[in-house]
């Protein structure tokens, strides 16, 4: 009497047999782990949206570590059902170490990365960052391997998760949204330094990005003594949403102190440099030399 279809033998090594019936199961619950992690992560976006920035964040982090353990939870129930004692997967996987530290050493770093980053949260989705290098951009997605950070000339960059967690880095928006702009500028000597306050703090509100609250107002710091200028400091808070579009931002402040400094006749300085003569040398005649003659 022939075997059911069903139960068939696809092949034998040994004393382990796999029949098409576990074979199809496995793919089934494989299939089924993703669909359910898909399922899981939208839910908690629809729930995530229209919330606080914080709470976005939160959410963010549980969908990562929630996808990550359903997918081990249904790799872990296939292989079962492919018949394989799971808890013998601990000698191969202490056998695949060897291979994991010299091939794969730098994926394993890069996710375990990933994951102290989620926990952290030093780092999150939505925050605006600058590394060492000198890329400036904002976090969009914490992968497994990589993070990817978009610049403000919508460039994507992916980035490993390793050179975040151990390099350093200025996160703009860790604690607050809001952030002090220091715009330097200059002008000539002579020039009345209070009426240059008034004319900058004047062009500072009149930018709309200016933040006035209490204990955020604009401020002027005089900052030293140029070779041909008086150096001053514009501190100004600024909106959260401007926050990440720093050089936009240097420029309006940049040409409403332009502005401002014309409107009060304040002379802006360029590089001047005043020549002596020694009377002494200017008496000596001149004796032509050589072809002169």
Known sequence: MPKDWWEQELFKVGEYSLALSQLVTALVIVIVTFVVSAMMRRTLLRIGRGRAITAQAQLYVANRILHYVILVIGLLIAVSSLG????????????????????LQGVVNNFVSGLIILLEK??????????????????????????????????????????????MLTNWTLEENIRRFRIPFSVAYGSDKEL????????ANAVKHTLTTQGHDPIVWMTGFGDSALHFTLGVWVHPEQ???????????????????????????????????????????IVPQGDDL
């Open 84 to 103: 394989i004692d799971v808890g013998k997967l601990a000698l191969v996987a202490s056998a695949l170490g060897i291979g994991i530290g010299l091939g």
């Open 122 to 167: 030093s780092v999150k989705v939505g925050d605006f960052i600058e590394l060492n290098s000198g890329l400036v951009g904002e976090v969009i997605e914490i992968h497994m391997r990589a993070t990817l950070i978009r610049t403000n000339d919508n460039v994507d960059i992916l980035l490993p998760n390793s050179e975040l967690a151990n390099g």
């Open 196 to 203: 240059v306050r008034t004319a900058v703090l004047e062009a």
């Open 243 to 285: 926050v990440k579009r720093p050089t936009s931002l240097y420029s309006d402040y940049l040409w409403a102190i332009d502005d401002a400094l014309r409107k009060y006749k304040i002379e802006i300085p360029f590089p001047q440099r005043d020549l002596h003569f020694k009377s002494s040398q200017l008496s000596q005649p």
